[in-house]
């Protein structure tokens, strides 16, 4: 996954912050918090984006449990902010939750993208029901690192292989009858953006297997997550459940 | 508890405790337990409390004070075993369930000879005649006390193995009839000191107070019996955790140290870093008792796939990233789509990993089975391999056609090669 998947040149929807370009070279700026309560983490994240000329990532903090992040979220309100799913104080789920208003901010939210090392699905979907706008592993180069920040500034959902996978699974055809039509179905098409997603497709080759746009696809995966955060199908809740944020 | 200080040992051995056997008792496994702390053969114990028996019943009351105060444990003759539950379950099945089942015919034997002693100590015994009468009564007390206690033992030791475990209702009978014993004895008794005119309000006093006592200690009892079965559970949780930590801590410092002594072979440490990552997930994240020995064969799809993407990784040094959605049973077909994926891992990762992680994704959707492998490595074109090179042709392709399966191989526009297999599975079972 060595080259950025980007959209093509055009503007991403209303609130992108300016028009952005593909790579990632000079216009493009993003101010990034970290939250992470392993040190050696940060400054590995830090070391690898942080170089503002080259990436265009600014850090402009750090914190290492929940309290010390919703403090230093709300004093710079950061554009992205990279959230471990672990942490003392309530784990990710609590600074999502203390942070809700930040997020709904019509003028300038504060957007989060899940980084962790876990495989269990609860805290994976529990992070994206708690209002995350994506979810990557630890295991991430540094450049689709920058490129997912990049993606969740302008308000698309990045998913993981691994991500997709479970959410495949969360919607899995059961007899069970659909409390809501709309939200505890995916149609087919995301369903095989999906599927392209866990089998490793970057946005620009699922665009091209499906012929269809590149912010077509995006759109899928955006309408995707929303279902995740709103559906009340009862593998979600059971998960939400799990984590105590339904 | 020890009176009767064990002989002064030639050896530095710890001084043995007093334990009741439960292993082949008569009735409270007293005289077993004795024999084994003594070093003599059972069968003497056994004689001397029945000649103090005749002593005017002071065997019994040594008896039964042995078996109230001590504990129920293992050993016994032929026991130097320390008096650990574990031990008693070491020795084979078949063994232990007929040593369980010989006490119950023990019992009876022991029942009657007590029965048959007690005649001729009645015959022998001159008491006056006002306290002879008493006897038949306190026979029947002290019966339905051993039912009882006997009852309990097996209690307590049905914890420590699956043996000698009965269905509930003969133990209930049994506790019942204990009760019923006892009662019965103590009734007399009250018949026989002339207070059988009272003996209504003496039985409706009896049982007044027997409510009473019950509905003030009940909750205790109930609050106590409780909080003694949460802290059991409470403590074999810690006993689990105790494991997988101790299990983990072990096998990463192995690992740890083996990266620093190949701190220059690159691939050596990346490949010990993934093994050791693919095994600690295995202890955190998979559900308890799905095969986390590597020893047993997979059963379900999820785990055939995983297990021949870890054997590949370690083999090549090639991180291989699985995603698994849904999961099904293996029969014929699918085990044959298993190789076929492990010989398309083994090929992504020996000509494409230079590109980086190998993808692996498996989905179960009613009955089809599909499996993907995709790599990034320089792709390679089907149709211009030699036909004499039968390895892709042979080993994936041919081996799914055969299987009433699909195979494909395609080149990835943006470089790479993925091989999707599709099979049918054999039945459906949801």
């Not at chain 1, 179905?185 to 599927?195: A, D, G, K, P, Y």
């Not at chain 2, 008896?63 to 084979?92: K, N």
């Not at chain 2, 008792?289 to 993407?309: F, I, M, Q």
Request: charged share 25%.
């Amino acid at each position: 996954m060595s080259e950025p998947t980007e959209a093509n040149g055009t503007a991403g929807p209303a609130e992108a912050a300016g028009p952005a370009d593909s790579g990632g070279g000079p216009g493009r700026h993003v101010r990034v918090v970290l939250v992470d309560d392993h040190r050696m983490f940060r400054t590995g994240v830090q070391a690898e984006i942080g170089q503002t000329e080259q990436t265009g990532v600014e850090v402009v903090g750090e914190a290492a449990d929940v309290d010390q992040a919703v403090t230093v979220i709300t004093a710079t309100r950061p554009e992205v902010v990279l959230l471990d799913v672990h942490l003392p104080g309530g784990g990710g789920v609590e600074v999502l939750r203390r942070c809700a208003p930040l997020m709904g901010d019509t003028e300038q939210p504060v957007r989060f993208l899940a980084l962790s090392v876990s495989d269990a699905a609860e805290d994976v979907i529990g992070v994206i029901r708690g209002g995350a706008r994506g979810y990557v592993t630890k295991t991430i180069t540094g450049t689709d690192l920058v490129d997912s920040i990049f993606r969740v500034q302008e308000g698309d959902a990045v998913f993981s292989p691994r991500l997709a996978g479970f959410v495949l699974d969360a919607f899995a055809s059961t007899d069970a009858p659909p409390v809501d039509e709309d939200m505890d179905r995916l149609t087919q098409r995301e369903r095989e953006v999906l599927r392209l997603i866990a089998r490793g497709y970057a946005y620009k080759e699922i665009a091209k297997q499906l012929y269809i746009s590149v912010k077509t696809v995006e759109s899928h995966v955006s309408a995707v997550l929303r279902k995740l955060q709103l559906s009340n199908r009862h593998e979600l809740t059971r998960w939400a459940t799990a984590r105590r944020l339904v | 508890m020890s009176e009767a200080a064990a002989a002064p040992l030639a050896g530095p051995r710890p001084p043995r405790k007093l334990y009741r056997s439960s292993d082949g008792r008569w009735l409270g496994g007293v005289a077993r337990g004795l024999a084994g702390h003594l070093g003599l053969p059972v069968i003497w114990v056994r004689l001397v409390f029945v000649g103090l028996f005749m002593a005017d019943g002071l065997g019994a009351l040594l008896y039964a004070a042995f078996w109230f105060f001590v504990p129920l444990g293992v050993g016994g003759v032929e026991a130097q075993r320390p008096p650990s539950p574990l031990a008693a379950e070491t020795s084979p099945d078949g063994r232990r369930r007929r040593v369980a089942r010989r006490p119950d015919k023990g019992q009876i034997v022991a029942l009657l000879l007590m029965v048959v002693v007690a005649m001729v100590f009645v015959g022998n015994v001159n008491l006056s005649g006002g306290a002879r009468a008493y006897l038949w009564p306190m026979v029947f007390v002290g019966a339905g006390v051993a039912l009882v206690w006997r009852q309990a033992d097996n209690a307590r030791r049905a914890r420590w193995a699956e043996v000698g475990r009965r269905r509930r209702t003969v133990t209930l009978l049994r506790s019942v009839g204990g009760v019923l014993l006892v009662t019965a004895g103590v009734s007399g008794i009250f018949v026989l000191q002339g207070s059988a005119a009272h003996l209504g309000s003496v039985l409706q006093a009896a049982l007044a107070v027997l409510v009473g006592i019950t509905l003030l200690a009940g909750p205790y009892l109930v609050r106590m019996t409780q909080d003694l079965s949460e802290e059991r559970l409470m403590r074999i949780r810690a006993q689990e955790r105790a494991e997988v930590a101790a299990h983990v801590h072990d096998s990463v410092l192995h690992t740890l140290t083996l990266i620093q002594r190949n701190a220059e072979n690159a691939s050596e440490v990346r490949r010990l870093a993934r093994a050791q990552e693919r095994d600690l997930r295995t202890w955190l994240y998979k559900p308890e008792g799905t095969g986390k020995d590597e020893a047993d064969e997979p059963t379900t799809l999820a785990d055939a796939v995983r297990r021949n993407a870890a054997e590949v990784e370690d083999k090549h040094g090639v991180p291989i990233e699985v995603v698994v959605v849904g999961d099904c049973p293996l029969d014929e077909g699918i085990a044959a789509q298993m190789q076929a994926a492990r010989e398309a891992m083994v090929n992504a990762a020996k000509y494409g990993g230079e590109g980086g992680a190998v993808q692996v994704f498996a989905e179960v959707e009613g009955k089809t089975v599909f499996v993907s492998v995709r790599d990034r490595g320089p792709g390679f074109d089907l149709d211009s391999i030699p036909a004499d090179r039968m390895g892709v042709r042979e080993s994936i392709i041919g081996r799914m056609e055969r299987n009433g399966g699909a195979a494909r191989l395609r080149a990835v526009p943006d470089g790479g090669t993925e091989v999707e297999l599709e099979m049918e599975r054999a039945e459906k079972t949801s």
